[in-house]
């Protein structure tokens, strides 16, 4: 079993910066496909960004294209969150695929074996 953990969550002004990451007690995220979404209560979860296992090939969405970035680290997948926008507000949770390989990672909920309990991200003046 892989426990997922996000952190980094905090309470911000529009306009400013955080980043998010995402650690697996135990386990090495390397060469696994790893996804950020977001959820807001009522709304359905949504794909914001995700790195491939070969960690050579990123995608991201729309609400994320620009502003977003996700990179591996030592022991970690960060999300890099600039101009942070009042409907940013959210849960944010971090997953893992445990079984695509190679260039391709998915924005499909459902493709995803492991999530992390989520980190609020609050933007508000």
């Known amino acids: 079993q892989v426990q997922l953990a996000e952190s980094g969550g905090a309470s911000v002004q529009p306009g400013g910066s955080l980043r998010l990451s995402c650690a697996a007690a135990?386990?090495?995220?390397?060469?696994?496909?790893i996804a950020w979404f977001r959820q807001v209560p009522w709304k359905q979860r949504e794909g914001l960004a995700c790195?491939?296992?070969?960690?050579?090939n990123t995608n991201y969405t729309d609400s994320a294209k620009g502003r977003f970035t996700i990179s591996r680290a030592k022991s970690t997948v960060d999300l890099q969150m600039n101009s942070l926008k009042p409907e940013d507000t959210a849960t944010y949770y971090c997953?893992?695929?445990?079984?695509?390989?190679?260039?391709?990672?998915?924005?499909?909920?459902?493709?995803?074996?492991?999530w992390g309990q989520g980190t609020q991200v609050t933007v508000s003046s």
């Open positions: 997953a893992l695929d445990r079984s695509r390989w190679g260039r391709t990672c998915t924005f499909y909920a459902d493709d995803y074996d492991y």
């Open positions: 135990d386990f090495s995220l390397d060469y696994y496909s």
């Open positions: 790195i491939s296992s070969s960690g050579d």
